[in-house]
């Protein structure tokens, strides 16, 4: 039987739905349940060879730019793609023809971008997010020419170098602690606003992260025949993951919080697609009402499981198993942060504690050396001595 696999869903809970986009025109079919996956790849691959033309390129590049942008007009970034787009057709020449555009052009322009004053749109802004700005202009221009041309064909962009900060970011501690995440999970609506009572999956799925761990793409591929929630331990069979070099399918124990938060997610019926986003917005929504000050993300509750993992056990190879990571992956040692977090405050504590120790100590009089204690009891004893016998004169007086 079928899986889902890329570009093949389920499609009401009775078919598979394939599609793919060939030059930005959607292509969709549906197969019976029982249609083996290989069948659905094949009519992927022959839509794609078969409807793979090229684009001939107009008279300009402001032409062509014309003509790709009214076939995306339906796109939410429309307006972001038409001003970057028409800053590159001004920047490589509006009348110069697509075909004649090399790699070594559009790096010359690239780096006037990145040695330009730090602006976007008229405001001053960061150098990261000058970088990022001038990374999705590029961005832009290759989907346009992998859109005129065809995949297959020849894009100029790809040649160019990467672009690169001039200092590396910094990993950042995106953990937040289990009685935060209770409280936030607690604040999410359980119900969705509607006529009718009907549970907010959006939780659900947010529980599941929180103490599973497992990445939402990740998710929307478990079905119910992947949990085996009563066995000894507890597991779930997760897909293989195509991110960086490759993580093969594996089968990863369960906590008992997480086996609690599968059986609500399997009550519930939340297996299949949805929308990250909106997972998202309801976290955030709710962590705002329970008072989180500092910036979160629902993806902020699959760092704090793996952090929490490495506090328990401190092997990160057993962390990189259970979050999906590449053997060897420079991702891993992130989880790392929020532990050395703890152990570099725990310092801080206990030299402030000796600093005080030493503090009190430098506060008591100073102990008088053995000489001068010698010399007060010998002035003690005569002076116990003289008034013994003064007292004893004035008896025989």
Same mark, same amino acid.
């Given at each position: 039987? #079928?899986?889902?696999?890329?570009?093949?869903?389920?499609?009401? %809970?009775?078919? $598979?739905?394939?599609?793919?986009?060939?030059?930005?025109?959607?292509?969709?079919?549906?197969?019976?349940?029982?249609?083996?996956?290989?069948?659905?790849?094949? $009519?992927?691959?022959?839509?794609?060879?078969?409807?793979?033309?090229?684009?001939?390129?107009?008279?300009?590049?402001?032409?062509?730019?014309?003509?790709?942008?009214?076939?995306?007009?339906?796109?939410?970034?429309?307006?972001?793609?038409?001003?970057?787009?028409?800053? $590159?057709?001004?920047?490589?020449?509006?009348?110069?023809?697509?075909?004649?555009?090399?790699?070594?052009?559009?790096?010359?322009?690239?780096?006037? $971008?990145?040695?330009?004053?730090?602006?976007?749109?008229?405001?001053?802004?960061?150098?990261?997010?000058? =970088?990022?700005? /001038?990374?999705?202009?590029?961005?832009?221009?290759?989907? !346009?020419?992998?859109?005129?041309? %065809?995949?297959?064909?020849?894009?100029? =962009?790809?040649?160019?170098?990467?672009?690169?900060?001039?200092?590396?970011?910094?990993?950042?501690?995106?953990?937040?602690?289990?009685?935060?995440?209770?409280?936030?999970?607690?604040?999410?609506?359980? +119900?969705?606003?509607?006529?009718?009572?009907?549970?907010?999956?959006?939780?659900?799925?947010?529980?599941?992260?929180? +103490?599973?761990? /497992?990445?939402?793409?990740? !998710?929307?591929?478990?079905?119910?025949?992947?949990?085996?929630?009563?066995?000894?331990?507890?597991?779930?069979?997760?897909?293989?993951?195509?991110?960086?070099?490759?993580?093969?399918?594996?089968?990863?124990?369960?906590?008992?919080?997480?086996?609690?938060?599968?059986?609500?997610?399997? #009550?519930?019926?939340? +297996?299949?697609?949805?929308?990250?986003?909106?997972?998202?917005?309801?976290?955030?929504?709710?962590?705002?009402?329970?008072?989180?000050?500092?910036? =979160?993300?629902?993806?902020?509750?699959?760092?704090?499981? %793996?952090?929490?993992?490495?506090?328990?056990?401190?092997?990160?190879?057993?962390?990189?198993?259970?979050? !999906?990571?590449?053997?060897?992956?420079?991702?891993?040692?992130?989880?790392?942060?929020?532990?050395?977090?703890?152990?570099?405050?725990?310092?801080?504590?206990?030299?402030?504690?000796?600093? #005080?120790?030493?503090?009190?100590?430098?506060?008591?009089?100073?102990?008088?050396?053995?000489?001068?204690? #010698?010399?007060?009891?010998?002035?003690?004893?005569?002076?116990?001595?003289?008034?013994?016998?003064?007292?004893?004169?004035?008896?025989?007086?």
């Amino acid at each position: 039987m #079928a899986r889902a696999q890329k570009g093949i869903r389920k499609f009401r %809970g009775t078919q $598979w739905r394939a599609s793919v986009r060939v030059n930005g025109k959607l292509y969709q079919k549906l197969f019976a349940l029982d249609t083996p996956t290989d069948t659905m790849k094949t $009519w992927i691959e022959n839509t794609r060879k078969d409807n793979r033309g090229t684009v001939p390129s107009t008279e300009s590049l402001q032409a062509d730019v014309d003509s790709y942008l009214s076939r995306i007009t339906a796109l939410r970034t429309y307006k972001e793609k038409k001003f970057d787009l028409n800053l $590159w057709a001004q920047a490589l020449g509006p009348s110069k023809s697509r075909k004649t555009i090399t790699t070594k052009q559009i790096e010359e322009v690239l780096q006037e $971008w990145l040695q330009s004053p730090v602006t976007q749109q008229g405001r001053k802004t960061t150098q990261l997010k000058h =970088v990022q700005t /001038i990374r999705k202009r590029k961005h832009n221009l290759q989907r !346009m020419f992998t859109v005129l041309d %065809g995949e297959d064909a020849v894009n100029p =962009v790809k040649g160019c170098a990467r672009l690169q900060l001039r200092r590396p970011k910094q990993l950042e501690v995106r953990e937040i602690d289990y009685a935060t995440i209770e409280r936030i999970l607690d604040a999410m609506p359980t +119900y969705r606003r509607s006529r009718t009572k009907v549970l907010s999956l959006a939780k659900i799925r947010a529980t599941v992260l929180a +103490y599973t761990g /497992i990445p939402p793409h990740l !998710m929307k591929q478990i079905e119910a025949r992947d949990l085996s929630l009563y066995s000894d331990p507890p597991t779930v069979d997760l897909q293989g993951r195509t991110k960086g070099e490759g993580v093969e399918a594996r089968t990863v124990p369960l906590t008992p919080e997480g086996v609690d938060a599968f059986k609500a997610f399997h #009550a519930a019926n939340a +297996y299949g697609p949805f929308e990250e986003s909106g997972v998202n917005r309801a976290f955030k929504s709710a962590a705002k009402r329970v008072g989180v000050l500092r910036r =979160v993300h629902a993806y902020d509750l699959r760092h704090s499981f %793996g952090s929490m993992l490495y506090r328990a056990f401190g092997d990160l190879a057993a962390v990189a198993f259970v979050m !999906m990571h590449a053997k060897g992956s420079t991702v891993t040692p992130r989880y790392t942060l929020g532990a050395h977090a703890d152990v570099a405050a725990s310092a801080v504590l206990a030299f402030s504690s000796k600093v #005080a120790e030493q503090r009190r100590g430098a506060l008591k009089p100073t102990p008088p050396p053995a000489q001068v204690v #010698a010399k007060n009891k010998r002035r003690q004893a005569k002076a116990t001595h003289l008034r013994l016998a003064q007292t004893a004169q004035r008896r025989r007086a």
